[in-house]
């Protein structure tokens, strides 16, 4: 009798070697890879689940790390040494909670700000104005958070289950838009 076995899980690696000089290409290239949902694995080994996006994905940033002078591969994977899967995933699910947490924690501030705002009478159409873009930010930043979430993070959990939505509905009550129930 076979063991019931979690099917192989497969992953596309990229490994790089980042040029000195131009010195922003390290900073633009980080951005680039938090914005995928990229974790890394290892120092220069960054990994995402494989999928056509993904390779895709890892294929530009390789074109553009080698057009800068620096090395890079892209390679698909069905395990990496070092690491299980389960311990890949776990890191993929730390990096999307702490996103989470850093956007609730933005929010928390911008709401409190706005409720004192609206609290002193100190709420001006400029503020109001400047704290609409803030939360919009903020929206646009949360869906791109959930997107990267491949494997279901807890903080994703506590969004859907309404505590994010509640703290977004609440802010957006504040500051008077209409189309919050």
Known sequence: MKANRKPAREWILLVHQLPPKPTNLRVRIWRKLQKLGAVAIKNS?????????????????KQEIDSAGGEA???RAGSVEGATDDEIIATFRKARDEEFAAVAAEFDGLTGAIREQARGKHLSAGRLSAQETEIDKLHVELERIAVNDF???????????????KRFAHSERIIGRSNVP
């Open 151 to 165: 494997f279901d993070a807890k903080g994703r959990a506590r969004r859907r289950d309404g505590e994010g939505c």
């Open 45 to 61: 080994v960054y990994v995402l689940p494989a999928t056509e996006q993904a390779h895709e994905d890892f294929q530009w940033l």
């Open 73 to 75: 591969a892209v390679f």
